[in-house]
């Protein structure tokens, strides 16, 4: 495979120069985060199926797939196809289009607690306007949310998703910390936070909220928790606790939909009463859906002569995410999760064989076809559990930037792999063999940690 058509020094000059006027211009030189590194981010020419081409014409092998949200890598030829197809027809108007009908009979279909569906812009969006509609239904307003826990960047659903050792006090009631500066007090104090997977400390957590918690909202398999999922007994014992108190529980599905064919809520013998989705869904383009049952979504409906939640979106159900994701979900039918789900799980049996070599003090968890490296030896079961020191984090970023400059790999940021339908085998020796070279390169400085 080609890489690196120039010395390495010289490679990157284009991408240092764009990001020179980048920072002119767009604060920091980024519109997001995530894409930020030091000491300058990469510009991309293009990109298809596993692969992306930077402007330098370095290529790399993908595993972050657009941060989970590529399912079947880039450039699908079918998405190209309708996409164009219906670009020549309009991109967005003030009309409703048929495709949006269509789209939300397939994954009404798809997911048997699916009864209405509403498509918004993000998962944040749809994070957000699943919050109001419990709100809503319920007539209370306390949200309970899991510590770590990522939901995108409303006010209430981000609230501990960065709590640390200094500020995330007894885990018997786990502080509500604000992630950005001057967050409201009130929004602190209307939040619920209570330690993932443990029953006994969630139920006592809520049970001093009882009445004032309007939902308890759910990923079923939180990436930034340490990407394992919930246990049956778990989410049960939740389903119980809202039943009994007038809550409801909700999913955060965006990321972990692909986890079945009719998403992680699959797994649990009851199910969520609304669903946010996201990512996936999009067929590569922006897009958030809440879903759930008739009963509870006719808050959001405008026939009534009194709109409980108005909810409109300027790009809400834009044709072209709902045309890509049609076409993505269609293309990932059971078949298809099946044999992802398979092939991410062989992987991650190749990876725990590559730790063992390398001799690490490392681990993997995971859920269908995604899974993270913890630089620790036992798998975590908790958010505190998992949680990184700044040294272990200095590894972690070593790591992915040998596998990024180095070996032309790219991870998530949190040495995690999200798999698309178009990476082979290949490319898994390929990151197998980068990776045994990465843990061996930062053995010396892991061994250090734990002593
Ligand atoms: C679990 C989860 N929920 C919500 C979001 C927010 O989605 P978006 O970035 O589309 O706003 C994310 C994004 O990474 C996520 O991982």
Redesign the pocket.
């Known amino acids: 495979m080609k890489s690196h058509p120039l010395p390495k020094e010289e490679n990157a000059l284009a991408s240092k120069q764009i990001y020179s006027r980048a920072v002119e211009v767009l604060t920091g030189g980024v519109s997001r985060n995530t894409i930020f590194r030091k000491p300058h981010p990469f510009y991309v020419a293009s990109a298809s199926g596993s692969y992306i081409k930077d402007i330098e014409g370095t290529e790399r092998l993908d595993f972050a797939n657009n941060?989970?949200?590529l399912i079947h890598g880039h450039s699908h030829p079918a998405i190209i196809k309708a996409v164009t197809e219906q670009l020549h027809k309009g991109s967005a108007y003030t009309m409703g289009t048929e495709v949006e009908v269509l789209y939300a009979e397939l994954l009404n279909k798809r997911t048997p607690g699916f009864e209405k569906i509403r498509f918004m812009?993000?998962?944040?969006?749809?994070?957000m306007t699943m919050i109001k509609a419990s709100r809503v239904f319920t007539g209370k307003y306390k949200i309970a949310k899991a510590e770590g826990?990522?939901?995108?960047?409303y006010d209430y659903?981000e609230i501990s998703q960065t709590a640390n050792p200094s500020n995330w006090g007894d885990i018997d009631k786990p502080n509500a910390v604000e992630v950005v500066q001057n967050t409201p007090k009130g929004i602190l104090d209307d939040m619920v936070i209570f330690p993932f997977n443990d029953i006994e400390r969630t139920i006592n957590i809520l049970d001093q909220q009882a009445g004032k918690i309007a939902c308890v909202l759910i990923?079923p398999v939180?990436?930034?928790i340490g990407l394992f999922p919930a246990t049956n007994e778990y989410i049960e014992a939740i389903y119980k606790w809202t039943r009994k108190n007038n809550a409801l529980l909700v999913f955060?599905?965006?990321?972990?939909y692909r986890v079945n064919y009719a998403g992680a809520q699959h797994s649990y013998s009851v199910k969520p009463d609304l669903t946010?989705l996201?990512?996936i869904i999009g067929g590569g383009f922006?897009?958030?859906a809440i879903a759930g049952t008739s009963e509870i979504m006719t808050v959001l409906d405008p026939r009534g002569t009194f709109l409980k939640h108005p909810h409109s979106g300027t790009f809400s159900a834009n044709p072209v995410s709902t045309t890509a994701g049609k076409v993505a979900m269609e293309l990932f039918d059971e078949e298809a999760v099946l044999k992802l789900n398979a092939f991410a799980m062989k992987a991650r049996k190749q990876i725990e064989e590559v730790i063992k070599i390398a001799d690490v003090p490392a681990c993997i968890t995971g859920a269908g076809s995604m899974f993270k490296i913890h630089l620790q030896e036992n798998a975590p079961n908790t958010y505190r559990d998992a949680y990184q020191d700044k040294n272990t984090k200095a590894i972690v970023d070593e790591l992915l930037d040998y596998l990024f400059l180095e070996k032309d790999i790219i991870m998530i940021n949190t040495l995690a792999c999200m798999f698309s339908t178009t990476l082979t085998q290949s490319n898994v020796d390929r990151l197998s063999e980068a990776l045994l070279q990465g843990l061996k390169l930062v053995k010396p400085k892991l061994d250090q940690l734990v002593k």
């Open positions: 941060m989970a949200s812009n993000s998962g944040t969006e749809a994070v826990a990522y939901h995108g960047t659903a990923d939180p990436h930034r955060d599905e965006v990321v972990s946010a996201g990512k922006p897009i958030g």
